[in-house]
């Protein structure tokens, strides 16, 4: 893992020199990874912009790095994943607040707390930095839901909205730049933005593609505005490792569920639970909770049929929308007549997790030789 970090790293700073010059160990010899020696030298999967992220916060720092002293400087590398992560646990809270009121962010809070997934990949703890991505795949979504829902105001359209317009281009830079296979949810997004203003499509529309725009240029700038490299980048690039054959292994399956149960136990419980009182209680067929749903199973789904690196990266973007509709099922449950009983077993259910959790991260040990769930992903991919 040190190796692949070791590698993006000492690939982003070169991107930042831009002259050859390296500030890193001189004597070092890194290979590429397979799959991007495979593929003309070029990363199938991330952009230019995922490794200026990961070596940005080493430019402050003076002198030379050397592979051997990764652990005492490498925190440094990891600050922006830990500032993501922080990011997105604020998003969370605030769109189940905003939608479900205090409960429900409250319950979202915590699923997203202490989720070892997330944990993982804020740390960047045997797992490659996909936080960046989770946090604009999330703010893609539903910046674009509330651009959608400010199109009814009697303003200028588009020059009202360019404070939106600007974070969701950056949303969709930083998901699309972080993983290019999560360009399907920019997609989504505009399929959101339609769906809500049917009748100001057209000004939804001008909107997303203005986003979108900018996006491409916060792209086309961490290639420093070479066009060609950006298109050649965009030439090889993976845009969906889909495998058919997945769907009919059982195997397949049983994987999913304990990837599932690796990045968030309590969902294992909650989710089911959740899907099912979706499905037999009218009231809570709504938007607020229709939306999140789609964009879990639709990840979940991808992620599934894609074994490969790309399957990580969505099965981890569907977590903060899982953690965002179970919230909503549950502020629901909480308002019918079943109160007591629904805030009891969310109650239950959270503590247990939470000291699960802590348990857990407290005795964490290395000693078992088993691959995690990033790891297994890679392998899979080499």
């Known amino acids: 893992m ?27 010899a890194l290979v590429p990874p397979p799959r991007i020696r495979e593929n003309d030298g070029f990363d199938p999967d991330h952009s230019a912009l995922w490794y200026l992220i990961a070596s940005a916060p080493l430019l402050a720092w003076p002198g030379r790095f050397q592979s051997e002293s990764l652990a005492y400087w490498g925190w440094l590398a ?16 605030y769109v189940a607040r905003r939608l479900y009121g205090n409960a429900g962010g409250f319950v979202a809070l915590v699923l997203y707390c202490f989720s070892p997934g997330i944990i993982r990949a804020t740390a960047v703890w045997s797992a490659e930095p996909e936080i960046g991505a989770l946090w604009g795949a999330f703010g893609a979504i539903f910046t674009g839901i509330a651009v959608a829902h400010t199109l009814y105001a009697p303003r200028e ?15 969709f830079a930083l998901a699309v730049g972080s993983q290019f296979s999560l360009i399907v949810l920019a997609l989504v997004a505009l399929a959101f933005m339609l769906y809500l203003a049917p009748t100001r499509r057209g000004a939804a529309a001008m ?5 979108f725009g900018l996006a491409g240029v916060l792209i086309l700038a961490a290639y420093f505005f070479h066009p060609h490299e950006f298109w050649q980048a965009l030439r090889h690039a993976t845009w969906f490792g889909i495998t058919w054959q997945t769907f009919g292994m059982s195997g397949a399956y049983r994987e999913l569920l304990v990837q599932l149960g690796q990045n968030c136990p309590a969902l294992v419980l909650a989710l ?66 079943h109160r007591s009983l629904a805030l009891a077993c969310a109650f239950g259910l959270l503590t247990a997790y939470a000291i699960w959790s802590l348990s857990e991260l407290a005795r964490v040990r290395d000693h ?8 297994r992903h890679i392998r899979l991919s080499i």
């Open 78 to 93: 990891r600050a922006p994943y830990l500032l993501f992560g922080m990011l997105l646990g604020a998003s969370v809270w």
């Open 272 to 337: 089911p639970v959740a899907v099912i009182t979706y499905a037999i209680w009218p009231r809570t067929r709504y938007f607020g909770n229709t939306g999140p749903l789609f964009v879990a199973m639709l990840c979940l789904v991808l992620g599934f049929a894609s074994p490969h690196y790309q399957g990580l990266g969505f099965q981890l973007v569907s977590l903060p929308f899982m953690f965002v509709f179970v919230s909503g099922i549950s502020a629901d449950l909480f308002e019918s007549r």
């Open 2 to 28: 040190e190796l692949r970090e070791w590698y993006r790293i000492d690939t982003g700073l070169r991107r930042w020199d831009g002259t050859g010059h390296r500030r890193s160990d001189p004597h070092s």
């Open 207 to 211: 909107i997303w593609l203005a986003a």
């Open 368 to 375: 078992t030789g088993l691959p995690s769930l990033a790891e």
């Open 157 to 171: 359209v588009v020059l009202w909205n360019w404070r939106r317009i600007l974070l969701l281009g950056i949303s």
